[in-house]
């Protein structure tokens, strides 16, 4: 239980928004995406230590998370709860959101891979897709439900456990759209089965996925995507 008294908590909160160089870094984030200190250093135009400092007292506001993939640490709104929050008082202000301009290559930011699984534009719609059907289940570590299990089985996609220590199915922070795609054993599987159905066809020279016609109409008939 905190003691402190709820106005002294907001107080404290509401001086960590009004800073205008914090304000920026939220509205940035606003767009569900993750960036690392530098990029919101360099949006923002301050000094990378002085980056640092903001994003610890955000940190300390629990309004952002860190998130570490590999060597880099990225940071993206904290939850659901902050990004409403943020939405309403940006609505007061009545400004638009900023953008950070992705320097990816478009045919790599619409499909690739990543690993053994698919990355991406496709990849992240997919598994927001995947969430939102009620196909995959919990958070960071996913598990299928029945009906999940049910609609992958029947696409020919592998869903049985790893032999391994690998992980099931997990979310996989993806580095152009800075949103979580498909990881583990089951993103694997879900490109193996694409590719081997024709929806997915590798480029020899790239990382680089093609989407195929055939691919296109199945992502509507079985996931509800329009690409």
């Known amino acids: 239980m905190n003691d402190t008294p709820l106005e002294d908590r907001l107080a404290t909160l509401t001086a960590a928004i009004a800073d205008r160089t914090r304000a920026r870094m939220l509205c940035l984030l606003m767009d569900g995406r993750a960036y690392t200190a530098t990029e919101l250093s360099a949006a923002v135009d301050v000094a990378a230590s002085t980056a640092s400092s903001h994003l610890s007292r955000l940190q300390e506001q629990n309004l952002i998370a860190c998130v570490k993939q590999g060597r880099y640490r990225f940071y993206r709104l ?8 943020l939405e309403m008082l940006m609505a007061l202000a009545g400004e638009e959101r ?28 997919l598994h927001h897709r995947l969430l939102e059907l009620g196909w995959l289940e919990g958070e960071n570590d996913y598990q299928l439900s029945n009906q999940g299990l ?28 800075r949103k979580a795609h498909l990881g583990g054993a089951l993103g694997a599987a879900m490109l193996t089965a694409f590719e081997r159905r024709g929806w997915l066809w590798r480029q020899l020279d790239s990382r680089a996925l093609q989407l195929t016609p055939a691919g296109v109409k199945a992502l509507k008939l079985h996931f509800g995507l329009s690409l």
């Open 98 to 125: 900023p953008k950070v301009k992705s320097t990816t290559p478009d045919a790599l930011r619409f499909a690739r891979t990543c690993y053994d699984h698919i990355a991406g534009e496709i990849a992240v719609q």
């Open 78 to 85: 904290a939850g659901k709860p902050v990004a409403d929050a």
């Open 150 to 177: 049910a609609a992958l089985t029947q696409l020919g996609i592998d869903c049985s456990a790893p032999p391994s220590r690998r992980r099931f199915a997990c979310d996989c922070l993806d580095w152009s759209e």
